[in-house]
């Protein structure tokens, strides 16, 4: 009887040591690019014109997660994620989403720390890696000056609350609810958010989001939907659509104005699996279409990209893509000098997750 109490005993602490421990993750994303940029400015003196081959880090990371038991029925989740460059562009770690909070099995999972905008999470339409995973900004990050430009998107926001409604069977909704506290930050007001995905597992999904406040001095309001097409008939595409309108207020945190029109842009991508290699692979093909960039009244953008992928294993990911951006009369500088950008960029790389 003593043994089986101390075997008891001995197996409850495990249990509890491995619930304990943080999982480290991260992935390391590198690339080399052909890029080719130009920015024809009213005056000549503002023109700009590059042509070379970079060395891009895309989207690297390192991070530790886990969870642990409060409760019968409630956990303490945490993660601290940080973004590096692993080709040595700038030293040092950068916060992504970072978080402290708990998750109920009643109540769902509430999370306050630096997190992903609830605009973000109706959003798996972007089919786009590496050079021209460019959504989530304005600017493509290799050119901050000048470069391929978009519709606004979803950014981490600091000191923000998430509360994820739980997942009831035969329920096919998801809600999530966001508040962020503006603090020292003068050009924003508090923000909110919120966001209902609708997915029951048939391959169809279908969302939308609005936000006040967070990811532009404005609101912002997305729909999307995606459509397996794998699930209804013998073809291996996915098929994806978004479309957004941002009414700005004003100048952005950064200090950049804005104008007087609602942005309107909208993405159509696809993506479709080969069975034809000895491991998978896809292709993907995604166009962006943005109209009053910022709110500027006939500034206007189109984005096409082509690219594949190839598993050498789940965790090793081979990448290939071709692209080209087209703006016309965009403030494409911080001194607001007015022209028309092209980015034209072929590149490729290694992806090792971990």
Do not use: C
Not at 265 to 280: D, E, Q, T, V
Not at 304 to 322: E, F, L, R, S, T
């Amino acid at each position: 009887m003593k043994k089986l109490l101390l075997a008891t005993a001995v197996a409850a602490l495990s249990v509890s040591a491995a619930n304990a421990a943080p999982t480290l993750y991260g992935k390391a994303f590198v690339t080399a690019d052909y890029v080719n940029a130009e920015f024809d400015a009213a005056g000549s003196a503002n023109d700009y014109d590059e042509d070379t081959v970079e060395i891009n880090s895309n989207s690297s990371r390192i991070g530790i997660k886990g969870s642990e038991a409060l409760t019968a029925n409630t956990d303490v989740i945490y993660q601290l994620e940080y973004g590096t460059l692993v080709d040595g562009d700038s030293d040092g770690f950068t916060n992504r989403d970072t978080y402290l909070g708990v998750v109920n099995k009643n109540f769902g999972e509430i999370r306050a720390g630096k997190n992903q905008s609830t605009l973000d999470y109706v959003n798996n339409v972007i089919v786009n890696d590496g050079y021209w995973d460019n959504l989530g900004g304005n600017k493509l990050e290799s050119n901050e000056k000048q470069g391929g430009l978009n519709m606004a998107d979803s950014s981490r926001i600091k000191s923000s609350i998430v509360w994820m409604t739980p997942k009831y069977d035969n329920l096919p909704l998801q809600l999530s609810v966001m508040y962020s506290s503006d603090e020292d930050d003068g050009n924003k007001d508090d923000g909110f958010g919120a966001a209902l995905m609708f997915d029951q597992g048939t391959g169809f999904t279908a969302g939308v989001a609005y936000d006040k406040d967070q990811n532009i001095v404005g609101d912002i309001i997305r729909g999307t939907a995606t459509v397996d097409l794998g699930k209804y008939v013998a073809a291996p595409i996915t098929l994806g659509a978004l479309y957004q309108v941002a009414d700005f207020d004003g100048p952005d945190a950064d200090g950049d104005l804005t104008g007087s029109k609602d942005e309107k842009g909208f993405i159509l991508s696809a993506a479709m699996g080969l069975a034809n290699f000895a491991r998978p692979a896809t292709i993907y093909t995604q166009y962006n279409n943005t109209t009053n960039l910022r709110g500027f009244d006939n500034a206007d953008s189109d984005q096409i990209v082509v690219g594949g992928k190839y598993y050498y294993q789940d965790n090793i990911i081979a990448h290939a893509y071709a692209g080209m951006n087209k703006a016309d009369d965009v403030m494409a500088i911080k001194q607001g000098v007015s022209g028309d950008a092209e980015v034209f960029v072929v590149g490729g790389g290694l992806e090792y997750k971990f």
